[in-house]
């Protein structure tokens, strides 16, 4: 289990929506790259997004990422530019089913 997970666990669930649902934002917006990158590249995070918000919501976390201003890295950038192309090939059958996404993956 992550750290990630670990902390969401403790949260009530609206509060895991609002935190799944601010938390890439807030990142991105105090530039804090590294928390973003390991954030988004997290599957835990991934999944839990997922299960609470849309598939184009996820899909816009990445985009915050892959601006050059947050993550400078283009390595780190290409890998999640990869997540990203992939959440949204299977965006149709991840609204349908959640659940496909470590297949999808």
């Given at each position: 289990?992550s750290?990630?997970?670990?902390?969401l666990?403790?949260?009530?669930?609206?509060?895991?929506?609002h935190?799944l649902?601010?938390?890439?934002?807030?990142?991105a917006?105090?530039?804090?790259?590294?928390?973003l990158?390991?954030?988004?590249?997290?599957?835990?995070?991934?999944?839990?997004?997922?299960s609470?918000s849309?598939?184009?919501a996820?899909?816009e976390?990445?985009?915050?990422?892959t601006?050059?201003?947050?993550?400078?890295?283009?390595?780190?950038?290409?890998?999640?530019?990869?997540?990203q192309?992939?959440?949204r090939?299977?965006?149709?059958?991840?609204?349908?089913?959640p659940?496909q996404l470590?297949?999808?993956?």
């Amino acid at each position: 289990m992550s750290d990630f997970t670990e902390g969401l666990d403790k949260m009530q669930p609206a509060e895991q929506t609002h935190c799944l649902g601010i938390l890439p934002n807030q990142l991105a917006a105090t530039s804090d790259s590294d928390k973003l990158y390991s954030l988004l590249t997290d599957y835990n995070f991934i999944e839990a997004k997922l299960s609470v918000s849309s598939v184009q919501a996820l899909i816009e976390d990445y985009d915050l990422a892959t601006s050059p201003d947050i993550i400078t890295s283009a390595q780190k950038a290409d890998k999640l530019k990869l997540i990203q192309e992939a959440i949204r090939l299977s965006a149709h059958i991840l609204a349908k089913d959640p659940t496909q996404l470590a297949t999808q993956l």
